[in-house]
């Protein structure tokens, strides 16, 4: 599976931004699609995850009810729409897959190569 994030940029405070991770490989809808990022000077941290069918997601306490994971199976590609932005968000954004179908914990084996997003005040 190859997969290729897009949509970063750049946005002020409060704004919002859609994420799109399009992926290869006719394997798609039995991997759990994820997002994660990093911010300069910090560690990778996951931040959202959908399991292959859509019907279950978790997300980082630091996003609850601003950000929202999505998947479309028949496009092969994920979505983070991302809401209310705040400057503590700026990072470069990853998505992964990992083929557990419902398991976020399960090391992901795919990765994209990240997009920025910068959020200003």
């Known amino acids: 599976v190859q997969l290729q994030a897009s949509g970063g940029g750049l946005v002020q405070a409060g704004g919002s931004l859609r994420l799109s991770c399009a992926a290869s490989?006719?394997?798609?809808?039995?991997?759990?699609m994820a997002w994660f990022r990093q911010a300069p000077g910090k560690e990778r941290e996951f931040v959202a995850g959908?399991?292959?069918?859509?019907?279950?997601?978790k997300y980082a306490d630091s996003v609850k009810g601003r950000f929202t994971i999505s998947r479309d199976n028949t496009k092969n590609t994920a979505y983070l729409q991302m809401n209310s932005l705040k400057p503590e968000d700026t990072a470069v954004y990853y998505c992964?897959?990992?083929?557990?179908?419902?398991?976020?914990?399960?090391?992901?084996?795919?990765w994209g190569q990240g997009t920025l997003v910068t959020v200003s005040s």
């Open positions: 490989g006719r394997t798609f809808s039995t991997y759990v």
């Open positions: 992964a897959a990992n083929p557990s179908m419902n398991d976020y914990n399960r090391r992901y084996d795919y």
């Open positions: 959908i399991n292959y069918s859509g019907g279950r997601t």
